[in-house]
């Protein structure tokens, strides 16, 4: 098996993607370009602030644009109009990318927060020219991820419950699912200190939810109780430098430099870390998983973990995402990267 290189300029400083059935979308942070499925450029939003995180609605009329800032914008599909919303009120925190679309396109779903309490709600603005919403959940948790799970028809989030955490209790997390109408919470035990949730994923192959955290991938059933990690394919050490965090920010030469000399002088520029699963997805045609890490990408068997194919990346993969059968997108600190798997 090999991973091909495809060409597609346009993607070269996106940070992220996101397809539908007729559409591809990636976003830099300040422009967001729109594309059929064989990368032909149909409209390039500019000027827009901070947005990472792209979603189209489920019935392809749509597509929300959710800034790490405290607003988003929305694309009509149909003559490529846009609105933006900015969230107000004393939920007026940044909003990270996180949200997603309803199972029926007429809502979206974000999770502002209280700059107070910095704790979170679920909110839902129905999608029509008033722009109306509902905070559906109780300000208990900082809502660190949602996810529309379309098998089961309910969405799931993730939690944290910040006195707890200041406790250093081990049910500090929370699974909670939303059907639309209620919800059920699950403790998730993750037990050691820095496995702080980053995002999760629901794995719709095996009926399991892929945590990522900053200590390892764990794997949990849709109960929270946690069934294992998801292992590296392979184990390496990487030399890291903390002023590459930095290199594709837009700094000018003189700001990188000191960045670089202040983190010299800290010894955060020669690191020696394991390599660490960003995120881990399953093929359509069900046999191998897509891996992203701060190494590269791999393919390996689903059955064994047999590495089949990897490519090695400069500064390491974010994320993956299978965009039709045999082809991966993959995004980098220095763009996303479209691949083609010839077995």
Avoid at 28 to 40: A, L, S
Avoid at 81 to 96: A, F, P, V
Wanted: charged share 20%; proline share 3%; aromatic share 12%.
């Amino acid at each position: 098996m090999q991973l091909k290189p495809i060409k597609c300029t346009g993607l070269s400083r996106a940070k992220g993607i996101a397809f539908s059935h007729t559409y591809i979308a990636a976003c830099t942070g300040p422009r967001v370009m729109i594309y059929d499925r064989q990368f032909n450029l149909l409209k390039e939003f500019t000027n827009l602030s901070y947005v990472y995180h792209v979603y189209f609605s489920p019935d392809e009329t749509m597509l929300a644009l959710i800034s790490t800032a405290n607003l988003f914008y929305l694309v009509s599909l149909d003559d490529f109009s846009i609105t933006k919303h900015r969230i107000g009120g004393k939920y007026c925190d940044n909003l990270e990318g996180r949200g997603c679309w309803t199972f029926d396109s007429k809502g979206l779903l974000v999770l502002p927060m209280n700059r107070e309490t910095m704790n979170s709600i679920l909110r839902c603005y129905s999608v029509d020219q008033v722009m109306t919403f509902n905070d559906l959940f109780p300000e208990k948790y900082w809502l660190v991820s949602i996810k529309p799970v379309p098998e089961l028809k309910k969405y799931f989030l993730v939690g944290m419950d910040r006195i707890k955490y200041s406790l250093n209790r081990p049910d500090r997390w929370r699974l909670i699912w939303f059907d639309g109408e209620s919800f059920a919470e699950y403790p998730i035990l993750v037990g050691a200190e820095n496995d702080t949730i980053l995002s999760a994923d629901f794995d719709s192959e095996t009926g399991t939810i892929i945590l990522y955290t900053l200590g390892r991938t764990i794997r949990c059933d849709i109960h929270g109780k946690i069934l294992g990690t998801v292992d590296i394919p392979e184990d390496r050490m990487l030399t890291a430098a903390f002023s590459n965090v930095f290199s594709n920010c837009g700094l000018s030469e003189q700001a990188f430099r000191e960045i670089t000399e202040l983190s010299a002088s800290l010894g955060l520029e020669d690191l020696c870390v394991p390599d660490a699963v960003s995120q881990v997805c399953t093929s359509s045609n069900g046999k191998w998983s897509y891996v992203a890490t701060q190494s590269g990408i791999f393919v390996t068997d689903k059955q064994t973990n047999a590495v089949l194919a990897k490519v090695d990346l400069e500064y390491g993969a974010s994320s993956v995402v299978e965009i039709s059968e045999n082809v991966i997108a993959v995004t980098t600190w220095s763009g996303v990267k479209i691949f083609e798997v010839i077995v």
